[in-house]
């Protein structure tokens, strides 16, 4: 190469990875989009706006919620892996689009690996076994007792085939050995007022569904799927305090963006995720809201969600759900 022209060419490179770094260093110009792929109004919709309130303090940039509802996330997650990839949009993905869909659909239009650069999780809402009020079983023992005795008379609701609410319910009867039937719902109200009216039997589901009535007697809470005991029910143990470590489930939430987001871009997003995680007006929500941040780097975000992707895909089997 002629040397003027090397040198012409090293100087533009330089300069245009000079601007990039800077760009990156200035990130967030601009107001931000956040697609949560689930309709408003639901707990992804809360949460996603919650966390979304705390990135606008913190950039003091607008980051505007998007909801892109359908599919069960599939439609909001597609759009988000096809976004421009300049971190001006993120991905407030779910344990259905992050984990649970992959097992579910022979032809998933993203892949959450191959597609996004994960985050880091955002909040996590801990699962609990419920029963109606007038259920005879004082604990999960006289529960697995009954339905033993009667296999497939007793019922447990869910949000929707393919829920995560349906494979906690598939998890603890799994473990449990009992043959209970399944009753899918049109979401996790509409599930939890079945179980209200005594139109099913028990539920496994987000503690945030289930404490209010809980604490006013109209349900009752035998086991938390929890590693440890729920701070707003500490006289209901875990299913590992009664000989079922397996039976550990939530709700979860997190952040992802784009593949090709530049580095420089992704580490400003973890660096202020991880400022919102801390801030304790947000655990402090979360906590009236049943629920707790979970600080997991990009790096150990990825492998729990293959931790989550291995437990499920041994409940799907079993369980022989699809949803296509």
């Not at 040397?3 to 260093?25: D, V, Y």
């Not at 107001?31 to 309130?53: E, H, K, N, T, Y």
Request: aromatic share 8%; charged share 15%.
């Amino acid at each position: 190469m002629n040397p003027k022209k090397l040198f012409s060419w090293c100087c533009f490179a330089g300069l245009t990875s000079a601007t990039h770094i800077a760009a990156g260093e200035q990130f967030p110009a601009h107001p931000v989009r956040m697609i949560i792929p689930f309709p408003a109004g639901g707990p992804a919709d809360f949460v996603g706006r919650l966390f979304s309130q705390h990135l606008t303090d913190l950039w003091g940039v607008q980051v505007v919620t998007d909801n892109r509802g359908g599919a069960s996330g599939i439609i909001g997650t597609e759009t988000a892996a096809h976004s421009n990839p300049d971190g001006y949009t993120l991905l407030f993905g779910s344990t259905s689009t992050f984990a649970v869909n992959s097992l579910l659909m022979k032809k998933l239009p993203y892949d959450v690996f191959r597609d996004f650069s994960l985050i880091g999780l955002v909040a996590n809402a801990p699962h609990v076994l419920a029963v109606r009020e007038n259920l005879p079983a004082k604990s999960v023992k006289e529960l697995i007792a009954l339905a033993k005795q009667q296999p497939g008379k007793y019922t447990f609701a869910s949000a929707g085939t393919g829920t995560i609410v349906h494979m906690a319910g598939e998890l603890f009867k799994y473990y449990a050995g009992i043959d209970i039937v399944h009753v899918p719902y049109k979401g996790g109200g509409p599930a939890t007022i079945g179980l209200l009216a005594g139109e099913v039997d028990m539920l496994v589901n987000d503690l945030s569904a289930v404490l209010a009535h809980v604490k006013s007697g109209k349900l009752r809470a035998l086991a938390a799927a929890h590693t440890r005991r729920l701070p707003p029910l500490p006289d209901t143990p875990t299913f590992a305090e009664l000989g079922m470590p397996g039976i550990v489930s939530s709700t979860w939430w997190g952040i992802a963006v784009p593949v090709k987001t530049p580095a420089a871009v992704r580490t400003r997003i973890a660096a202020t995720h991880n400022k919102v995680l801390a801030r304790p007006e947000y655990v402090e929500r979360l906590a009236g809201l049943a629920m707790e941040p979970l600080v997991l780097t990009p790096e150990q975000t990825a492998a729990f969600i293959k931790r989550e992707i291995d437990k499920w895909q041994k409940i799907v089997t079993a369980a022989n759900i699809r949803i296509d």
